[in-house]
């Protein structure tokens, strides 16, 4: 059961720092552009 927990903190982060990632790049990539 902690175990479980444990996956969907990962999942949950993993999530995060993906999103976190293409919106910081798309950011760089429309800055790029003015």
Same mark, same amino acid.
């Given at each position: /059961?902690?175990?479980? *927990? /444990?996956?969907? /903190?990962?999942?949950? @982060? *993993?999530?995060?720092?993906?999103?976190? @990632?293409?919106? !910081?790049?798309?950011?760089? @990539?429309? !800055?790029? @552009?003015?």
């Amino acid at each position: /059961m902690v175990i479980r *927990v /444990m996956v969907l /903190m990962v999942l949950l @982060f *993993v999530n995060n720092a993906n999103a976190f @990632f293409w919106g !910081s790049k798309k950011l760089l @990539f429309l !800055s790029h @552009f003015q």
